[in-house]
């Protein structure tokens, strides 16, 4: 099973950038990386997906290594309304479609 | 386009009571998915469907039943509802399969807030 790892908090203030790792070490050949903003009181929303170098939306990048076993979640120019909890997600390999979610990072953007 | 639409959106509910979450989308999506999430915790997987006429056991299902109706809906029962199961429920749906858009795309629901005295 592709398990992920992320920080459990991270702080930052106001026109920061916030780069967030998630370790995925088991990722299996075919599969892409997806990541998740959830505000309180709400369901989570994806945000962005990718399977290699960098992708780059208008929410955020994200940046993968050539071995795919991390990859980062960059947030350029954070606001107050960034604050949010993030989690990364990858495909669970040989166990299909049960999708699990690790305990994510909580992104506290400070004024 | 509502996307995941979750009934109820609270319901309180005594200990042994039992009841009835409702989930439908409208993306033509094959896979969904049952989440709860207890305050400040992750999300953790329930009960989920690949594709219609599928479904199976997630993380922690012990206490719950499912039922793929068809392929917009996928209910989440809880027989003989235990203080423990207070929480927040979460329907997501994805394409499934591999690839961009694939299985790990899930839109997610606004979630159903149990409360089980």
């Known amino acids: 099973l592709a398990k992920t790892t992320q920080p459990i908090s991270m702080d930052s203030y106001e026109g920061q950038e916030v780069n967030i790792t998630c370790s995925h070490n088991?990722?299996?050949?075919?599969?892409?990386i997806t990541w998740y903003q959830q505000f309180p009181s709400q369901g989570p929303r994806f945000i962005i997906q990718?399977?290699?170098t960098k992708v780059t939306n208008e929410v955020a990048s994200l940046f993968i290594p050539a071995d795919r076993k991390s990859s980062t979640l960059s947030l350029p120019r954070v606001s107050l309304s960034d604050t949010a909890v993030y989690y990364c997600?990858?495909?669970?390999?040989?166990?299909?479609?049960?999708?699990?979610f690790g305990g994510g990072t909580r992104v506290l953007v400070k004024p | 386009n509502a996307g995941v639409t979750q009934t109820p959106k609270f319901q309180v509910l005594k200990t042994g009571q039992s009841m009835t979450l409702q989930c439908a989308q409208d993306?033509?999506?094959?896979?969904m998915y049952w989440y709860r999430q207890d305050p400040g915790m992750g999300l953790r997987l329930i009960y989920y469907s690949a594709s219609e006429g599928t479904t199976d056991k997630g993380e922690v299902p012990n206490g719950y039943n499912v039922s793929r109706l068809n392929k917009r809906e996928f209910s989440l029962r809880l027989e003989s509802a235990a203080p423990s199961q207070t929480s927040v429920y979460f329907c997501?749906?994805?394409?499934?399969?591999?690839?961009?858009?694939?299985?790990?795309?899930?839109?997610f629901g606004a979630g159903s807030r149990l409360t089980v005295l």
């Open positions: 088991n990722i299996a050949t075919n599969d892409y």
């Open positions: 990718g399977y290699k």
């Open positions: 997501a749906s994805s394409e499934g399969g591999q690839g961009p858009s694939g299985a790990n795309v899930l839109t």
């Open positions: 993306m033509n999506h094959n896979s």
């Open positions: 997600l990858v495909p669970p390999g040989s166990a299909g479609n049960k999708l699990t």
